[in-house]
């Protein structure tokens, strides 16, 4: 907490984003991973683009990655994505689910990644 000149008290803002830049494959285009206060997302390769809001998010699995999926599409995070195994990963996106603690595991995932923003 930090005291303005007022006096009154301001609660920090946690993080609201994190991302990370990754390819698939060593020559491959790159892609964009992000967690934010809104969902999961998926930019590129190109102007391809793929978002799964919270409140669509039906399961959060491990099988060799991480599979967000509901409404009957998914979005797969490879192993590694944003500096942890997929099990923590995994872990991180089901507490997010929560919004009390969303900041908190976005701040952990942003944390975690040296190039996640």
């Not at 399961?59 to 599409?73: K, Q, W």
């Amino acid at each position: 907490m930090q005291r303005p000149a007022t006096g009154r008290r301001v609660r920090l803002v946690g993080s609201r984003v994190a991302e990370v830049v990754i390819r698939r494959r060593p020559f491959g285009r790159p892609q964009r991973l992000r967690v934010d206060l809104h969902g999961v997302s998926v930019f590129g390769p190109g102007d391809q683009h793929q978002v799964m809001r919270w409140e669509w998010i039906e399961r959060v699995s491990v099988d060799g990655g991480v599979v967000v999926s509901g409404g009957g599409n998914q979005i797969v995070l490879p192993p590694g994505a944003f500096g942890l195994e997929p099990e923590a990963l995994a872990a991180c996106l089901r507490a997010a689910d929560a919004i009390e603690a969303r900041t908190e595991a976005i701040g952990r995932l942003s944390a975690a990644s040296p190039g996640a923003t």
